[in-house]
């Protein structure tokens, strides 16, 4: 498939886990890439896959506002315009909320927020322009509450609600914006968690189809979300969960 022949898409967080797999999946459906993030060695080990003439690395933290609207002038820049814009920069900070500090308050409403609000303002006017689409990357923890990650509730609760509305405000004027809502995904942000096998034998309890998702797959459903076979597909928050948000909580019973 090539939906995304010459199109330009942005990935922020795009150096490793599901931001990295969204980039090398657009590009191999023929899109221009735009990869962003924190770390340059990181953003440069992507990149070695990908056409290089296809291909910008800008990286600086959209967390700050000037970073962010560097990044979206950079991509118009070298490509010309901007189709798909995929906020996917984020950070999982976890503790009891008497006990996690201030600073981690901070950071994951700087990143997890404020960048796919800053993103999102300097990109909507190219967007605009081509009737292009948004992607932002929330969680199954922006649909409800987790035990001892408030913060993150916080956060992404913020970004399903504001891709809900921002659908409302521009579906009239042809920018689509959506989200993807992945359960438990085996990136560099849950590495740790990969030995702990009480814990995997929890989360498999759970989850009807009994495992974790791979980066990837959370990546193709972007693609999708993205592109014009969900051209009738606005202000939705998708979970990629493996059915996790089909239980009502109650216990699996025999």
């Given at each position: 498939m090539t939906r995304f022949d010459n199109k330009v898409v942005i990935v922020t967080g795009s150096g490793s886990g599901i931001g990295a797999a969204t980039a090398r999946r657009f590009a191999k459906e023929g899109a221009r890439i735009v990869l962003n993030g924190r770390t340059q060695?990181?953003?440069?080990?992507?990149?070695?896959d990908l056409d290089p003439e296809r291909t910008l690395v800008h990286a600086g933290d959209v967390s700050d506002q000037t970073s962010a609207e560097a990044l979206i002038a950079a991509a118009v820049d070298r490509f010309g315009r901007l189709e798909v814009l995929?906020?996917?920069a984020g950070?999982?900070?976890?503790?009891?909320?008497?006990?996690?500090?201030?600073?981690?308050?901070?950071k994951v409403m700087a990143i997890d927020v404020d960048g796919v609000f800053f993103c999102t303002r300097a990109a909507l006017p190219h967007l605009l322009e081509t009737k292009g689409s948004i992607v932002n990357v929330?969680?199954?923890?922006?649909?409800?509450?987790?035990w001892?990650?408030?913060?993150?509730?916080?956060?992404?609760?913020?970004?399903?609600n504001l891709t809900r509305s921002l659908a409302l405000e521009l579906g009239g004027k042809g920018v689509r914006v959506n989200a993807v809502n992945p359960g438990l995904t085996f990136t560099d942000?849950?590495?740790?968690?990969?030995?702990?096998?009480?814990?995997?034998?929890k989360f498999a309890d759970r989850i009807p189809l009994g495992?974790?998702?791979?980066?990837?797959?959370?990546?193709?459903?972007?693609?999708?979300?993205?592109?014009?076979?969900?051209?009738?597909?606005?202000?939705?928050n998708l979970p990629v969960d493996g059915g996790l948000m089909a239980s009502n909580g109650q216990p699996k019973q025999a």
């Open positions: 060695s990181k953003l440069d080990r992507v990149a070695a995929v906020n996917n950070v999982v900070p976890t503790g009891p909320f008497l006990e996690a500090s201030v600073e981690d308050w901070r929330s969680s199954v923890s922006g649909l409800g509450g987790d001892n990650m408030s913060f993150y509730n916080a956060a992404k609760g913020a970004v399903t942000l849950t590495e740790d968690m990969k030995g702990d096998e009480e814990l995997m034998r495992r974790a998702a791979e980066p990837e797959e959370v990546a193709d459903v972007i693609a999708f979300l993205a592109s014009h076979d969900a051209r009738y597909v606005t202000g939705v």
